[in-house]
């Protein structure tokens, strides 16, 4: 196919309006897959995105495609993650397209996600075709939906297209469109081989298989290649394009989407973002711009609930991080929960999907701790440290201050949630970016958070301060200083390193109380009384009592022997000394998850 009949597209959608179902059908519609071998959803392909019904890994699918006017054309679909965790993936995604369909459920609406993928395609220069999706359904408001659409993109509502995935009402026209719309891909054949890695894929015995657009000159099999950023080189075994199984090729050139494998150990060496060059004298002078090491944004503990379980903890831990390149870990002993790891997330969801996996496909039962964000300490003496684990927050009296991660946050909500939504975001510190009615019933409302406000359940609440309606989605922007303390939770008097959080100063007393009271439900009651205290330094905050359980050992010393008494007091002296060595062991397991969720 000669380059100026290759249009290369992703399709932007909110999660279940129905991107996969669309994708589906023009596999149909371009004949690659008949009805009798659809199997459902045929790109999905992990289990759990499948039961999620979300999409985590971008793939690319190559669809040959003879238009209305006789033409013959290659449609490339690249298909993007669809998660605020998940955001860079796209937008390198979209790197590698001219174009992008925006599909809208015609019943829900725009999402704050689908805005801001939007975003991410307009910056990328991408020609914009929208379509409303779901038109079969009764609740669809296409009309209402594309003049939303229009208030953001311009152009006319009549001119949107509207379909019907599920029924493949009007698939034809948005593949047209893709044709008519969609600029082809330009750039030189001859010129130092250039392609971006839009995605990997760990295969048990493949090794990676890398998802690239060559930008500029070829790659054919056994050329030696060199990833630009992690200097990764190795000789291209199989280079293939996926329509919709793999086809190995012998070439790709400019424009062109394909894979390739070279026996490359871990997605870590082939990283969403990072440039393929061939190594020697053909290579590129400097990499595609935009790459970026992914960055951990959220931390949490994981331990195995049987600590004979941690070796086959790590292992899993290993095979995980060959399939992902963007969730770290290191060892972590934990005073309260034994071994484990500390282990750093895009965000929630991410994190989410990792324990789910750690206990589908591994089976490992995890105790995980209360996710946190990484903070910059900068102590009296200068020195600056990355404080991911709240346990390891200095002496109040060492820090000079502390900055944590800030996020912009866009959220897309109906106009009368508005005051609900802006106060939320005052008591979670936020500072008003930006308001935009993009129509008289949708507001677009900008906020500046801290990331330690949106991992505390901020989601839920904005959910439940507006019935559901609100959307929300947010990037990293800078470092910020604020009036940050630990509390510590003691249990007789002893600090649990599990229970440690980094709080603003203003909700301190706030926080240790709620977490000491909910601890004194869950705690039983032990031989001695048991006191549970907040505190921030050697400050107490907060302070209940688990009381003892009664058990009343003088009634059994008739005739009052005194010496007896005596002995049996002393008796019971040294088991309270004992329980209070063995400190936690008394604690079951179900208080700790059940008190770490609170947090
Ligand atoms: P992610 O993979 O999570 O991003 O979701 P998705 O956008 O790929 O959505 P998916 O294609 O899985 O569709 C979500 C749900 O909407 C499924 O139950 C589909 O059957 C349904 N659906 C998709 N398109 C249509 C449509 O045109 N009409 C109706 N009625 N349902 C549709």
Redesign the pocket.
């Known amino acids: 196919y000669p380059i100026e009949r290759i249009r290369n597209f992703a399709i932007i959608?909110?999660?279940?309006?129905?991107?996969?179902?669309?994708?589906?059908r023009m596999l149909q519609v371009t004949e690659l897959v008949s009805e009798r071998d659809m199997r459902a959803?045929y790109l999905?392909k992990m289990d759990i995105?499948r039961e999620?019904?979300?999409?985590i890994k971008a793939q690319a699918v190559r669809m040959p495609y003879k238009s209305k006017d006789g033409g013959e054309y290659l449609l490339n679909l690249i298909d993007t993650p669809?998660h605020v965790d998940f955001s860079y993936e796209v937008s390198r995604a979209m790197n590698a397209c001219e174009g992008a369909i925006l599909?809208v459920?015609a019943a829900q609406g725009m999402e704050a996600q689908t805005i801001a993928n939007l975003y991410l395609a307009i910056d990328a220069g991408l020609e914009v075709i929208p379509v409303l999706?779901?038109?079969?359904?009764p609740a669809a408001r296409p009309e209402e939906v594309a003049k939303e659409i229009c208030a953001l993109l311009g152009g006319e509502p009549e001119d949107i297209l509207k379909?019907?995935?599920?029924?493949g009402i009007g698939v034809p026209e948005v593949l047209e469109q893709v044709v008519d719309r969609v600029p082809p891909p330009s750039g030189d054949p001859e010129a130092p081989t250039q392609a971006l890695i839009f995605d990997s894929i760990f295969d048990a015995y493949r090794g990676v298989i890398v998802y690239a657009r060559v930008v500029q000159g070829r790659m054919h099999p056994g050329e030696k290649i060199r990833m630009m950023a992690t200097e990764f080189e190795g000789v291209i075994d199989e280079l293939g394009v996926t329509s919709p199984e793999a086809i190995p090729i012998n070439e790709l050139g400019p424009g062109e989407v394909g894979y390739l494998t070279a026996a490359i150990k871990g997605v870590g060496e082939a990283k969403v973002g990072d440039t393929i060059t061939l190594a020697g004298k053909h290579a590129a002078p400097s990499p595609l711009p935009g790459y970026r090491e992914p960055t951990p944004m959220v931390f949490s503990g994981l331990y195995p609930v049987d600590s004979a379980d941690f070796p086959d903890l790590r292992d899993a831990l290993d095979k995980l991080q060959l399939n992902d390149a963007s969730f770290n870990f290191e060892p972590e002993t934990s005073v309260a929960l034994g071994f484990g790891f500390r282990a750093g997330f895009l965000g929630l969801l991410h994190m989410e999907i990792i324990s789910e996996r750690l206990d589908r496909e591994f089976n490992i039962p995890l105790v995980t701790t209360a996710p946190n964000v990484a903070y910059t300490v900068t102590l009296n003496s200068g020195e600056v440290l990355k404080v991911s684990n709240p346990a390891d927050l200095p002496d109040p009296n060492q820090i000079d201050h502390i900055e944590e991660p800030m996020v912009d946050a866009m959220i897309y909500l109906p106009s009368e949630y508005v005051g609900a939504v802006m106060q939320l975001c005052e008591k979670r510190r936020g500072t008003m970016l930006k308001m935009d009615y993009l129509t008289e019933e949708r507001v677009e409302l900008r906020y500046r958070l801290p990331l330690a406000e949106i991992v505390f359940d901020f989601f839920d609440r904005l959910k439940s301060s507006t019935r559901g309606y609100a959307s929300l989605d947010y990037e990293p922007a800078d470092m910020q200083v604020a009036n940050l303390v630990k509390v510590d939770v003691l249990l007789n008097g002893e600090p649990v390193d599990a229970f440690s959080s980094i709080v603003h100063r203003d909700k301190a007393y706030e926080y240790g109380k709620a977490m000491v009271s909910k601890l004194k439900e869950l705690i039983p009651r032990q031989m001695f009384d048991v006191p549970i205290q907040a505190a921030i330094g050697s400050k107490i905050i907060s302070r209940e009592t688990v009381k003892a359980r009664r058990k009343d050992v003088l009634a059994k010393c008739y005739g009052g022997d005194i010496s007896r008494k005596r002995k049996l007091l002393e008796k019971q002296k040294e088991g309270k000394k004992k329980m209070k060595a063995v400190g936690m062991v008394e604690i079951p397991q179900e208080a700790f998850v059940a008190a770490l969720s609170l947090g």
């Open positions: 959608a909110h999660v279940d309006h129905g991107k996969s179902t669309l994708a589906d959803q999905d995105e999620r019904g979300i999409t669809g599909l459920d999706n779901k038109i079969d359904l379909v019907s995935a599920k029924t």
